[in-house]
């Protein structure tokens, strides 16, 4: 009986890499891209039950790669392995999204920011500030997150922006940051902060280009309402 069933988990791990292979990820399921991605850290056991108990628990596929290690670890059968896992995807899905923008060398089309912010922020429970630096040719020269462990509001100060804009040797930025409520929509703190950083950084030559809040599935950028 045993041996009958770990033959049938090993065509199943056959079929979905077979699948894969021959179609990427775009027929999959969310619970199908979990059953796959978990057969490389659970080697003998069928992987179907705990994709769909962690789709069960989080709801999607993105808000699993979001979910803290915390979270992970009290669905059972998620083992430390498995966490270490998943979160490893989460960043190496960052780091390529940075890549992707810092290739194309200047920034010219907005979209292709908004799309490394969500990769960056989408989805984490706490606020935090990103610090996008840019040369005086507009090219990306790094990033840096300041995470404020509040889930309400930012504390992150205009003087240290510019400072670590300054560290950074950059001539302009771009802040992002994220609202856990899932509302994009700036607050009236949100809007002081931007113009207090856009006072404080002019003092240096330095230029704001755009402050990018990032909600649940949508985004605002204040540079497009005419605020920043």
Partial sequence: ???????SHEGHRKRLR?????SGLEPFLDHEVLELLLTYIIPRKDT???????LKKFRSLSAVLDASPQQLAEVPGIGENSVYFLKLIRALFKRYSFGTVRKNIEVRSPQ???????????????????????SVRNTIIGTQTLSSGLIDR?????????????????????????????????????LEFTQQTIAAARLFNIAVHDHIIIGKNTYYS????GKC
């Fill in 112 to 134: 292709q920011i908004i799309d490394y912010c969500k990769a960056s922020l989408a989805g984490k429970q706490e606020e935090c500030v990103e610090i996008i630096f840019l």
């Fill in 48 to 54: 179907k039950p705990l994709a769909w108990a962690l």
């Fill in 18 to 22: 077979e699948k894969f292979i021959t």
């Fill in 154 to 190: 930012v504390v992150v100060s205009p003087r240290k922006i510019v400072e670590s804009a300054l560290t950074a040797k950059a001539s302009a930025i771009i802040l992002v940051h994220n609202h856990p409520s899932g509302d994009a929509a700036p607050s009236e703190q949100d």
């Fill in 222 to 225: 204040m540079r497009q309402h």
């Fill in 1 to 7: 009986m045993t041996q009958k069933k770990t033959v």
